[in-house]
T-cell receptor, first 114, second 113 residues
Framework: GENVEQHPSTLSVQEGDSAVIKCTYS??????FPWYKQELGKRPQLIID?????GEKKDQRIAVTLNKTAKHFSLHITETQPEDSAVYFC?????????????FGKGTRLSVIA | DAGITQSPRYKITETGRQVTLMCHQT?????MFWYRQDLGHGLRLIYY???????DKGEVSDGYVVSRSKTENFPLTLESATRSQTSVYFC????????????FGPGTRLTVT
């Protein structure tokens, strides 16, 4: 089955700097890669996702890149703000054909220092 | 987000007791999921369901039972609770459309003493 590794487990950045979180996956058939943000005591919420027919996707200060050959994908947050502080989870699954549940990485705790 | 609810939000039970966690969604989503969240382990899948009366085991299903007689409900039962089942439990749902987004409930914090 799918296995998702996520690094780093914790990340501290100064406000205004960029943050990068990396994930690798094992199942070459996976084609859907979402990122979830979980604030303290809250539920995980989708912030961005990418599908295997796309190499990069941006949404304002957030971007995700995908390298299918190397089987890794990354979350990039630019101009970080204190409200970006949270735990971020990457995930992978097969969709459309052979629909499988999401497999999550273990999470990255991002702290943005004002 | 208000479309998926969990009850109770907090529960304390004793070892050996049976406890049921409820999940209800109002979107008529086909897929529903149960995860447990523990420090250092992220979100681990317990069970999922593709439709009413169709369920499948996830990574950590031992000691848990699910049912899905109606599309909107997906209860999770701990048959004989153990301390290792102390965790935060999240229910989630997603539709069959092309968005693939999975929506999470607010979670249930379960403590087994």
């Amino acid at each position: 089955g799918e296995n998702v590794e996520q690094h780093p487990s914790t990340l501290s950045v100064q406000e205004g700097d960029s943050a990068v979180i990396k994930c690798t996956y094992s199942d070459s058939a996976s084609n859907y890669f979402p990122w979830y943000k979980q604030e303290l005591g809250k539920r995980p919420q989708l912030i961005i996702d990418i599908r295997s027919n796309v190499g990069e996707k941006k949404d304002q200060r957030i971007a995700v890149t995908l390298n299918k050959t190397a089987k890794h994908f990354s979350l990039h947050i630019t101009e970080t703000q204190p409200e970006d502080s949270a735990v971020y989870f990457c995930a992978a699954s097969r969709k459309v054909v052979g629909n499988t549940p999401l497999v999550f990485g273990k999470g990255t705790r991002l702290s943005v220092i004002a | 987000d208000a479309g998926i609810t969990q009850s109770p939000r907090y529960k304390i039970t004793e070892t050996g007791r049976q406890v049921t966690l409820m999940c209800h969604q109002t979107w008529s989503h086909s897929y529903m999921f149960w995860y447990r969240q523990d420090l250092g382990h992220g979100l681990r899948l317990i069970y999922y369901s593709a439709a009413a009366d169709i369920t499948d085991k996830g990574e950590v299903s031992d000691g848990y039972v699910v049912s899905r007689s109606k599309t909107e409900n997906f209860p999770l039962t701990l048959e004989s609770a153990t301390r290792s089942q102390t965790s935060v439990y999240f229910c989630a749902s997603s539709g069959r459309d092309s968005s693939y987004e999975q929506y999470f409930g607010p979670g249930t914090r379960l403590t087994v003493t």
